[in-house]
C-alpha cells in the first residue's frame, strides 16, 4: 500500500527461513510476525490494521471508497480475506518465485476459489465503470487480496474472465511488479512454501 501510493518508505528484511527469524521477528514486535510499521512512536503489527493507519494518517481516508455503502462492502470483502480462506493458505502458500505449480484439489480448496472467484467477478461487474480494482479506485481491498492474486497465478488456478482481468490488472502494477522481482532476488527457501510440483 505504501509503495502503490507512494509514501516514502524503509523495509527492513528479515529472512523468515532462517533458524533465527522468530528471534529477529521479536525485535520488532511481541507478535513476531510480518508485517509491522514503525510510524514516529507508532508500532502496527497487522496488515489491515496497517493499511487503516496509513489512509487515514496519509491519504485522508482514500484507502476505502468515499460511498458509505461502498465502503462498507469494501471492508467486508478485506476482512473476509484477512480472516479467513485458510485452505487456500495451507494447501497453496504464496510463493513469488514458483510457477506452474499443482496440487491435488479438494472440496475445502474448490470452495474456497470460487469464492474468491465469485466475488472477484461480482463486484468487477458493479463497479468496472470506476476503473480495473474491486471497487473502481485502487484501495485497501486490493491491497488484501493480492497475495491471493500471486498464489491463483502460481498454481494457474481458473478463474472467470472478469476475475481474469482484475488478476491482470494487479499483476501488471507497478508495486507489485517491483514485489515480484525483489521476491526472485531472494535466496532463502521456506519449505513449508515449497508445496505442489
Known amino acids: 500500500m505504501l509503495s502503490a501510493y507512494e509514501l516514502p518508505f524503509k523495509e527492513t528484511r528479515v529472512p523468515l527461513g532462517a533458524k533465527d527469524a522468530t528471534t529477529a521477528l521479536a525485535d520488532y514486535s511481541d507478535a513476531a510476525k510480518v508485517p509491522v510499521l514503525y510510524d514516529r512512536d ?3 503489527w497487522d496488515s489491515l490494521a496497517i493499511c487503516e493507519y496509513v489512509s487515514e494518517q496519509y491519504l485522508q481516508n482514500k484507502g476505502w471508497p468515499e460511498d458509505v455503502m461502498k465502503r462498507a462492502e469494501a471492508r467486508c470483502c ?5 480472516s479467513g480462506f485458510f485452505t487456500i493458505r495451507e ?5 513469488c518465485r514458483a510457477s506452474k505449480r499443482s496440487v491435488e484439489s479438494t472440496s475445502a480448496l474448490d470452495k474456497e476459489i470460487r469464492r474468491i472467484d465469485n466475488l472477484w467477478s461480482e463486484l468487477r461487474q458493479k463497479y468496472h465503470s470506476d476503473g480495473p480494482w474491486l471497487f473502481g479506485s485502487f484501495s485497501i481491498a486490493d491491497c488484501m487480496y493480492a497475495p491471493i492474486v500471486m498464489r491463483f497465478l502460481t498454481y494457474d488456478i481458473e478463474v472467470s474472465e472478469n476475475s481474469r482481468a482484475y488478476m491482470q490488472s494487479l499483476l501488471t502494477h507497478s508495486s507489485i511488479q517491483s514485489w515480484i522481482n525483489d521476491a526472485k532476488a531472494e535466496t532463502e527457501t521456506i519449505d513449508s512454501e515449497e508445496i505442489g510440483l
Do not use: D, T
Open 42 to 44: 507508532a508500532v502496527i
Open 78 to 82: 478485506s476482512a473476509e480475506m484477512h
Open 91 to 95: 494447501m497453496l502458500p504464496m510463493n
